[in-house]
C-alpha cells in the first residue's frame, strides 16, 4: 500500500457548515473504504492549512479518484504528496546507475 499525505483547506462553502464537517469526515472515511483506501490519521491544523490527513491506497489512481470525490463536494480543497517511505527510498537509491 502506497502512503499520501493530504493537506486540506476549507472552503467557504465548507467553512459556513463547519459543523457538518465531522458527519462529512465519516462519510469520506466510508467511500475510502469501498475504495480499499484506509485513513490511517487526521488532524486539524493551525496556520496555512486547516486539515492533514493520512491515507493508506493501493495505487495513485485509486487516490486520485478518492482525492477527486472529495473535491467535487466543494467543501474543502486538497493538495496530495506521495509519502515514500525510507525502506522504499533505499531501494530506490541502490538501483540507481
Do not use: C, H
Not at 7 to 29: C, F, H, N, W
Amino acid at each position: 500500500m502506497a502512503t499520501y499525505i493530504v493537506l486540506s483547506r476549507y472552503t467557504q462553502q465548507g467553512i459556513a457548515k463547519i459543523k457538518e464537517s465531522p458527519a462529512r469526515t465519516d462519510a469520506v472515511r466510508q467511500m475510502a473504504r469501498t475504495l480499499g483506501v484506509e485513513l490511517k490519521a487526521w488532524y486539524l491544523l493551525m496556520g496555512r492549512y486547516d486539515i492533514l490527513t493520512l491515507w493508506e491506497a493501493p495505487n495513485d489512481e485509486t487516490m486520485a479518484k478518492l482525492m477527486l470525490s472529495i473535491g467535487s463536494t466543494g467543501n474543502v480543497t486538497t493538495e496530495t504528496l506521495r509519502a515514500i517511505t525510507e525502506d522504499e527510498f533505499r531501494k530506490i537509491v541502490a538501483a540507481l546507475p
